[in-house]
T-cell receptor, first 117, second 112 residues
């Protein structure tokens, strides 16, 4: 089945630094990937839609200059949290759409837990 | 506005009990509906999905869901739950190849 990986699985950084999270589709090509964040005991909130070769589309209330998204290839999207602050601590999850599949199922990565100290 | 509502925040059942988790959606146009499960410490997995056709959808692990268009509902059911079904369950809705909106989730606890 379709597999999506994320790296790193967890990261601790100091306030003011930047952190990059990678999302890879391992056995399929994904023209579209999505980035979510999940707070403890809460649902997934969509942050942005990442399209290969074009600018990401951000949801209302998400700062695009703070959460930089790059989708440079059909198998890789990256999320960079710039100038991280403790309130950015969260669980970040990506998902990917298989461009060749007839279904519209998203395949989810295992998530990255970010802790900003 | 597009939204997905799950009214049960936490459900506690005994093993072998029947399960029904409610999900209502508000979505313009053609809608695709999903149920995802998140076991403790694991990532989201798709339980089942509805795109078109038979409104009664069967998924993995004995789960099923029924799409009732007139009620804007897509409730998840299982006739007999097991302890291993303890998890967080998310209902979601989306259009074709577009973003998915998740409900707030329902935590299911099964007493052995």
């Amino acid at each position: 089945g379709a597999v999506v990986s994320q790296h790193p699985s967890w990261v601790i950084c100091k306030s003011g630094t930047s952190v990059k999270i990678e999302c890879r589709s391992l056995d399929f090509q994904a023209t579209t990937m999505f980035w979510y964040r999940q707070f403890p005991k809460q649902s997934l909130m969509l942050m942005a839609t990442s399209n290969e070769g074009s600018k990401a589309t951000y949801e209302q209330g998400v700062e695009k200059d703070k959460f930089l998204i790059n989708h440079a290839s059909l198998t890789l999207s990256t999320l960079t949290v710039t100038s991280a602050h403790p309130e950015d601590s969260s669980f970040y999850i990506c998902s990917a759409l298989d461009r060749l599949a007839s279904s519209y199922e998203q395949y989810f990565g295992p998530g990255t837990r970010l802790t900003v100290t | 506005a597009q939204s997905v509502s799950q009214h049960n925040h936490h459900v506690i059942l005994s093993e072998a009990a029947s399960l029904e988790l409610g999900c209502n959606y508000s979505y313009g146009g053609t809608v695709n509906l999903f149920w995802y499960v998140q076991y403790p410490g694991q990532h989201l997995q798709l339980l089942l999905k509805y795109f078109s056709g038979d409104p009664l959808v069967k998924g993995i692990k004995g789960f099923e869901a029924e799409f009732i268009k007139s009620k804007f509902s897509f409730n998840l059911r299982k006739p007999s739950v097991q302890w291993s079904d303890t998890a967080e369950y998310f209902c979601a809705a989306g259009g074709s190849a577009s973003k998915i909106i998740f409900g707030s989730g329902t935590r299911l606890s099964i007493r052995p």
